[in-house]
Each structure stands twice: as structure tokens, then as C-alpha cells.
């Protein structure tokens, strides 16, 4: 791997067809980059224009008139959200695959950079590892037993929000991370006062360009449990678990139902 010379100027971008996030954080090869842009942009065509020329035509707009707006930046690297593949429809899945590659040539055009890709998950573990925890519920908002939480430990399966219940709204708790991060940021509301739903579009684009950085700083690595303690409680099991990543290291606690013995048969 070759050394990363700094400053670099980081562009991340999250792309939907209704709206592009984009943020622009200046890295020095500290911890915390500062950030020289955070928006989003919305490339109006005619409702009647449906299908490839929709993409086509907000294309060609996001070229000429919000390209020019970042090359003031001198822009060393790009990186993308890559399109979720997960969905049911694969019309939305293939179109989105499209219009990101269409986005992604389109700055490699007018910037010169090449844009590099990363997954949604990657995107989050890797700007925000302390989110990375034993899953403590299932889908159906169940705890999981003592002996399934054991094996979490003893094979290091830790994953994204596995603190949180399966239905949390994992954009929220995101732009919640980023704002502890980041207390500056100037987010916009409607009229009713409440975050209009481009901020997490912008969220997500910065969310991209710290762990961009952050594997910049330290490659890729995969989050691990170096110790745990556990200590009864009542009718309770208290573990106390530490997580590691690159040199960075967590302490977490998971509390969960103390087993109950089964019961001897003569």
C-alpha cells in the first residue's frame, strides 16, 4: 500500500435518483477532518420525462451546474455509496446501478478522479466502529439467550447496531453520530420545523468520506472482542466487553436474562 500524502480533499457522495449528497472534509491525517462542504442536489427535469432519458437528462444537469461548484476545491479523492442490492425490485436495483455509474463517469469527466466505491455497511462501521456490538435481539425484538450471546463472543460476530432493536431507524441514530461528531453543522428544516429528509442524504455523503479516510489512515480491518467479564446481577447477567479496531478500542456492556436451570428428573 503505498503512503497517503497529505492534505487530501475528500469527496463523498451518496446518490439516489431523486437526490445526490455530497460533502466535501479536508483530511490533514488527523482524526477529525474538517469539513469544507456539506449539501445536497436535486436535478429538476419534467415529470413527463420518465425511464433512461430521466436519468440521462439529471446527468447532464448535475455536470453543468454542480460539478463546476466543487472544482474550486482542487479534489483529490471521490468515494460513492454503492447502490443497496438487498431490495425486492430489481427495476429500482438495476436502475440505481445505473444512475451511479452515470454519476460516477460524470465526475470522472470534469474532476479527473477516479470515484471509488463503498458498501452502505462499510461506509457506517468504518467512520463510527463504537456502533459495531453483539446483536442482543432478534427480528422479532426477542433477547437473545446466554448461550447464543456466548457464541457471539467466543467467534468475535459483532456486528452494526447490534445494541439497538432490529427496527431502530438506523438513519437517525447516523445523523445522531455525526452531530456529536460534528456540533456545527447548519442542517435545513420546513416550515413546520422539522429536518427535511435531504439532510440524510448530505449525512449519509459525509458518513462516506470519514470512513474513506479513516481506512486511509488505518486499511481495512475487522472489528474483534479482546476481553470480557461477566458478573450476575439479580436475575441478570452484566457482560462487560471491550471491542477493538485498528488501535482504537471500546468498552461496552450487555445486559441479558440469567439463564434458568433446568430442572433435574429423578
Given at each position: 500500500?503505498?503512503e497517503?500524502?497529505?492534505?487530501r480533499?475528500?469527496l ?7 437526490c445526490i449528497?455530497a460533502?466535501?472534509i479536508?483530511?490533514?491525517g488527523d ?5 469544507l462542504?456539506?449539501t445536497h442536489?436535486?436535478p ?8 433512461m432519458?430521466a436519468?440521462f437528462l439529471?446527468?447532464k444537469?448535475?455536470?453543468e451546474?454542480f460539478i463546476p461548484?466543487?472544482?474550486e476545491y482542487?479534489?483529490?479523492d ?5 447502490p443497496?442490492l438487498?431490495s ?5 436495483v438495476?436502475?440505481?446501478l445505473?444512475y451511479?455509474?452515470m ?6 469527466d470534469e474532476l479527473?478522479v477516479?470515484p471509488q466505491?463503498?458498501?452502505s455497511?462499510?461506509a457506517r462501521m ?10 442482543k435481539?432478534?427480528k422479532?425484538g426477542?433477547?437473545?439467550p446466554y ?13 452494526l447496531?447490534?445494541?439497538y432493536p432490529?427496527?431502530i ?11 456529536e461528531?460534528y456540533?456545527?453543522i ?6 413546520k420545523g422539522?429536518?427535511?429528509k435531504?439532510?440524510?442524504d448530505a449525512?449519509d455523503s ?7 479516510v ?9 472489528p474483534t472482542?479482546?476481553s470480557?467479564?461477566?458478573?450476575e ?8 466487553y ?12 450487555l445486559?441479558?436474562?440469567?439463564p434458568?436451570?433446568?430442572k433435574k428428573?429423578?
Amino acid at each position: 500500500m503505498s503512503e497517503v500524502v497529505y492534505p487530501r480533499i475528500v469527496l463523498g457522495l451518496d446518490i439516489s435518483t431523486a437526490c445526490i449528497g455530497a460533502s466535501i472534509i479536508l483530511d490533514n491525517g488527523d482524526d477529525k477532518p474538517k469539513i469544507l462542504k456539506i449539501t445536497h442536489v436535486s436535478p429538476k427535469i419534467s415529470n413527463k420525462i420518465k425511464g433512461m432519458e430521466a436519468l440521462f437528462l439529471r446527468k447532464k444537469l448535475f455536470a453543468e451546474q454542480f460539478i463546476p461548484t466543487l472544482k474550486e476545491y482542487g479534489i483529490t479523492d471521490v468515494v460513492v455509496e454503492e447502490p443497496l442490492l438487498s431490495s425486492n425490485n430489481v427495476n429500482t436495483v438495476a436502475t440505481l446501478l445505473r444512475y451511479n455509474g452515470m454519476i460516477s463517469d460524470a465526475i470522472y469527466d470534469e474532476l479527473g478522479v477516479v470515484p471509488q466505491p463503498i458498501s452502505s455497511y462499510d461506509a457506517r462501521m468504518f467512520s463510527f466502529p463504537e456502533l459495531v456490538s453483539i446483536r442482543k435481539y432478534n427480528k422479532r425484538g426477542e433477547e437473545y439467550p446466554y448461550k447464543h450471546i456466548m457464541k457471539a463472543i467466543e467467534t468475535d460476530n459483532i456486528v452494526l447496531f447490534g445494541a439497538y432493536p432490529f427496527d431502530i431507524d438506523k438513519k437517525t441514530v447516523m445523523m445522531n453520530k455525526v452531530n456529536e461528531m460534528y456540533d456545527d453543522i447548519e442542517w435545513i428544516y420546513n416550515a413546520k420545523g422539522e429536518l427535511k429528509k435531504e439532510n440524510y442524504d448530505a449525512c449519509d455523503s459525509l458518513i462516506c468520506a470519514l470512513a474513506y479516510v479513516n481506512v486511509n489512515h488505518h486499511g481495512i480491518d475487522k472489528p474483534t472482542i479482546t476481553s470480557h467479564v461477566i458478573i450476575e446481577d439479580g436475575s441478570n447477567l452484566v457482560i462487560n466487553y471491550t471491542t477493538k479496531i485498528w488501535d482504537r478500542t471500546y468498552d461496552k456492556k450487555l445486559v441479558i436474562k440469567k439463564p434458568v436451570p433446568k430442572k433435574k428428573v429423578n
